[in-house]
């Protein structure tokens, strides 16, 4: 299994990026306050508009370190990456198989089926262990719902169909969410989706995570060989990592939604940690970001046994078994995709 290695993160919106050798430099103002060798790293995400230099940039095409720039939101803004990795042979089956509309749909199948799966798992966790603390009925009720939407998945013919369980069952999710808050609700109420830019609390963290996720998925992809933006259940867009975004479904809810409650729930934020914009949107300050990122790094290190593989992982290398396995099956060394299942 591959080492986990570093991501780089830039949270000081006037860090200039520089290289001195083999060492990515951070300066504020022409004042250096950090250096980390190229080696130990695998991505770098910017939450800056100052930039980097060209010969950083030749440095992290050398080493295939990819630079990930995010707006103030925490949206994606745009990636820079290096040499293409992989054979030419398995981009072209993904392309063959990215443009039949019977195999893209039978992937797609088996990614939503686990999305969903993955989500009633993270509400049922919840109702299990803090029936006391939530609303029973409500929880009930959605577990039903989206037990529904799983058993009807398997008989799905047309991509619409498909698109409308996927919507209706990701509705219904939400609506459990306001009650896997267990503490601090008054600061992190949460009423629903809403992005672009997100309008409470809540809303800023789970996209700033989703954004973390997917471009640990389009890394991954690219590092066995895909392209990130050719997918099967996401359609083909100039700038989308579509497969990277397929892929991140069946990850939200373990990777994103439920570290989200986590950092809530033990209080590891506080509504001291946002900022409301005069156009309504809610930014993470400084200091909350690096908050979030250290608490994120520390939990892409710890241990869990893959469903699949059954072996013992670092949950940061999640995305890059799973981008294995598609790259498996696309060679034909299995006979369907194993997406992830929560433990």
């Known amino acids: 299994m591959r080492k986990l290695l570093n991501t780089l993160y830039i949270t000081n919106p006037n860090a200039y990026l520089s290289r001195d050798g083999d060492n990515i430099v951070i300066k504020v103002d022409d004042n250096e306050i950090g250096r980390r060798p190229i080696h130990i790293l695998e991505s770098i995400v910017c939450f800056t508009y100052n930039g980097i230099s060209p010969s950083l940039m030749k440095l992290c095409s050398t080493y295939r370190v990819s630079v990930c720039f995010v707006n103030q939101y925490g949206s994606f803004s745009g990636r820079i990456q290096g040499k293409i990795n992989g054979n030419v042979l398995l981009r072209r089956t993904q392309y063959r198989v990215a443009d039949d509309k019977e195999k893209s749909l039978e992937i797609s199948k088996v990614i939503i089926l686990a999305k969903v799966i993955n989500s009633r798992k993270i509400v049922n966790r919840v109702f299990r262990d803090h029936k006391d603390k939530v609303d029973n009925i ?33 509705r219904t999710y939400f609506q459990s969410f306001n009650e896997l808050i267990l503490k601090q609700k008054e600061d992190f109420f949460f009423v ?100 979030f990122l250290e608490a994120w790094q520390k939990r892409k290190q710890e241990i869990i046994k893959h469903p699949f593989l059954k072996e013992n992982i670092e949950i940061g290398l999640i995305p890059y078994a799973q981008a294995m396995l598609m790259a498996r099956f696309l060679r034909g060394d299995l006979e369907a995709y194993p997406p992830f299942f929560i433990p």
């Open 192 to 291: 629903g989706r809403n992005r672009r830019p997100p309008q409470d609390n809540v809303n800023a963290l789970l996209s700033f995570a989703y954004t973390l996720i997917a471009n640990e998925v389009a890394s991954a992809l690219e590092t066995v060989g895909l392209d990130p933006y050719v997918g099967f259940f996401h359609t083909d867009r100039p700038g989308r990592v579509s497969l990277a975004l397929d892929m991140m479904e069946e990850l939200r809810a373990y990777l994103g939604d439920r570290f989200v409650l986590s950092i809530i729930n033990r209080k590891q934020l506080d509504c001291n940690g946002f900022i409301k914009k005069e156009n309504g949107g809610v930014l993470m300050t400084d200091d909350a970001r690096k908050a």
């Open 138 to 170: 409500l929880l009930e009720c959605i577990q039903v719902k989206l037990k529904e939407s799983i058993e009807s998945i398997s008989n799905v013919k047309d991509y619409d169909s498909l698109r409308g369980i996927e919507g209706d069952s990701a």
